[in-house]
């Protein structure tokens, strides 16, 4: 990964903040690196807004030290810090104008009337709005709100922008689209963005590196693929996609080595990187759905086989989802199937055989 | 009339009770006639020109006029805090400090009228205009807090946040924002506390002695029948008054509207 070599613009250092017995956030440690995408990922109350709102100086914290920029932010009002932020709501003033929204920021800047007009026209030109400037801001859509409540962020040229669930009040469509063009922004500007997600699946597609936080700490702190793939626990592992969890016994452990025995896929040797560190809970394997395949009649593998019987079909068009029984057990797993031609959609009760790979699992204990 | 014509007669009646009244004002106002009953006598403007000759009217009027602008500033000034302070801020004892300053909207104002007569004249305090403003104020202001409450309420947080993450200070941020759009509220709120105040009788009468105001002058001259259309007269240009002031709320209520593109849920008019 490139961003390794960037510097560090955002660091938290043991941070905590209660509301009065409520312990929000507790003991926060990382850093978001200069001109990276990172998202806070988690449930809802897991502290990932206060988290957010601590950055930009809405939230004092109880202990621990932030730091943007080497910068400590204790004393640093917010409308001090280096840090601008777009709002779940847009929070777009109602008795202005588009223009005198964007340009909101610009009141105290000492540039002339006729150079900050352009920066207000460029701003709305690079988030697609060129010539909204006389609009009413009441008249616009959502899609439209949001543009200019980056417009009025970027204007001012910020360190880091901090983004609030800004894509949660959009349509699936408009947020798809919103997705992609909050990349390529990101891109453009080269700044720090910082994104609050409930939305597991947005935060995979638009992050650099993501936060995964439960109940005021970060469980999981990695880039979207080594969380997808490698997640330290089974709360993480459930959190981001689905996952199949299937009990297992820990037959022997050397130093690179785990060998398991797990119910319905047998004795399977796993390298000491598909093991996170131990939680002393019920050791379980961890398999994707899309590591699991159907093999049709002729098809043959080099990969391990289980035998099945399909007990549920979910048609999704592009996809078919199997509930599968493994081998005569109780066990059931769950696996997705691209709907290809030639490949048609199998019924309830059919007997299967089910491949995967030992290297697609992750044991949890 | 198809459907439930007992309900629509109801309403018909009830209407008819509330207005019906208030149309003879203007009817009697021209009727060249000392005595207030049908059949009219004719069209005559004379009680109109007693109005304006009447020294002590326009001294009622006047006095009237400085206590209703003055308690409806403070009364609205004063809600203002006290709505905001309510609805933003989390501090010791707000729930029985605001239930003590809405507590004027079910004390019986004779009684808060007497307690301040008392206090006042036990302090030695002479008996004026600002007496009556004092206690004006005391009533008018529950009417301020409940109007300004809602404007204040319905303003999103995270718009002050905003202003403040581009860079504004707390001051700042309310001049620019929160005042503009709470606007329509403070001018709600002054426009009902100048009319509570302007038709206020009871505290007007004890604690203004000698100082006639308005609805205490009216009260008084209807003891001489001769003056009744006269007061009449006046009856009417109230009235035509009050439509033109609250056709100016409603003018520029719902401009407020329309310039933040909110729903209009119903207003005077």
Redesign the interface.
């Known amino acids: 990964m490139t961003t390794d070599e960037k510097p560090t613009m955002i660091e938290f250092k043991d941070v905590h903040k209660y509301y009065g017995d409520y312990h929000a956030l507790r003991g926060i440690n990382g850093t978001i690196r200069a001109g990276e995408f990172f998202s806070l990922l988690g449930p809802s109350g897991c502290g990932k807004t206060t988290l957010l709102r601590t950055i930009a100086g809405f939230e004092d914290i109880s202990s621990g030290v932030i730091m943007i920029d080497g910068k400590d932010m204790a004393s640093v009002p917010a409308n001090a810090r280096p840090t601008n932020m777009v709002f779940q709501s847009y929070a777009i003033f109602p008795h202005m104008s588009v223009a005198e929204n964007v340009g909101f920021g610009l009141r105290k800047d000492p540039r002339s009337k006729e150079e900050k007009a352009r920066a207000v026209a460029e701003a709305l030109e690079m988030v697609g709005l060129k010539g909204y400037g006389g609009r009413a801001a009441h008249a616009l859509s959502g899609g439209q709100r949001q543009r200019v409540a980056l417009a009025r962020a970027l204007i001012l040229k910020p360190k880091v922008l901090l983004l609030d669930e800004p894509l949660s009040a959009l349509d699936k469509k408009m947020r798809e689209h919103m997705q992609i063009e909050l990349i390529k922004l990101q891109r453009q500007v080269g700044i720090t963005f910082i994104l609050v997600t409930h939305d597991q699946e947005e935060a995979l597609v638009m992050s650099d590196r993501i936060a995964v936080m439960f109940e005021g700490e970060i469980a999981q702190l990695a880039d979207p693929e080594t969380l997808y793939r490698r997640p330290n626990s089974k709360k993480v592992a459930d959190f981001i996609g689905t996952m199949n969890f299937i009990p297992c016994e820990i037959v022997s452990e050397t130093g690179d080595k785990v060998t398991v025995d797990a119910k319905g896929l047998g004795r399977v040797d796993l390298d000491v990187a598909q093991a996170p560190p131990a939680r002393g809970e019920a050791p379980v394997v961890g398999l994707r759905p899309e590591t699991l395949t159907l093999l049709y009649p002729g098809q043959t593998t080099s990969e391990r086989t289980t035998e099945g019987v399909i007990d549920e079909v979910i048609y999704f068009g592009d996809m078919t989802y199997y509930d599968v029984y493994l081998g005569g057990t109780d066990v059931e797993v769950r696996l997705s199937m691209r709907n290809v031609p030639g490949r048609p959609v199998l019924e309830v009760g059919t007997k299967v055989e089910v491949t995967w790979s030992p290297s697609a699992l992750v044991l949890f204990r | 009339m198809s459907k439930a014509p007992i309900l629509k007669t109801f309403t018909l009646l009830y209407l008819a009770f509330l207005y019906a009244p208030i149309l003879l004002l203007p009817i009697f106002a021209f009727n060249d006639s000392k005595v207030v009953a049908f059949p009219l006598q004719g069209l005559t403007l004379q009680w109109f020109r007693e109005l304006f000759a009447d020294q002590n009217l326009q001294i009622a009027l006047k006095n009237s006029l400085i206590i209703a602008l003055s308690v409806s500033t403070l009364s609205t000034i004063l809600g203002i805090f006290a709505a905001r302070s309510s609805v933003r801020y989390k501090w010791k004892g707000k729930g029985p400090v605001l239930g003590l300053i809405m507590l004027p909207l079910v004390l019986p104002e004779m009684i808060a009228a007497m307690a301040l007569l008392v206090v006042l004249l036990s302090l030695g305090i002479q008996l004026s205009l600002f007496t009556i403003i004092l206690g004006q104020v005391l009533i008018c202001t529950p009417f301020a807090v409940a109007i300004l409450t809602s404007a204040f309420q319905s303003l ?1 947080r ?2 002050e ?9 707390q001051m700042s941020t309310f001049r620019l ?1 929160v005042l ?2 709470v606007m329509p509220g403070i001018l709600a709120s002054f426009l009902i506390t100048f009319t509570i105040s302007f038709d206020e009788f009871i505290i007007a009468n004890f604690l203004g002695s000698g100082k006639p105001v308005l609805s205490v002058y009216i009260f008084g001259q209807f003891r001489f029948p001769a003056k009744v259309p006269a007061m009449l007269a006046l009856g009417t240009i109230l009235v035509v008054f009050s439509i033109c002031l609250l056709a100016i709320a409603e003018y520029f209520r719902r401009r407020g509207i329309a ?4 729903k209009d849920s119903g207003g005077f008019l």
């Open positions: 999103d995270s718009l946040e905003a202003s403040m993450d581009l860079g504004e200070t924002i503009p759009l310039r933040t593109g909110g």
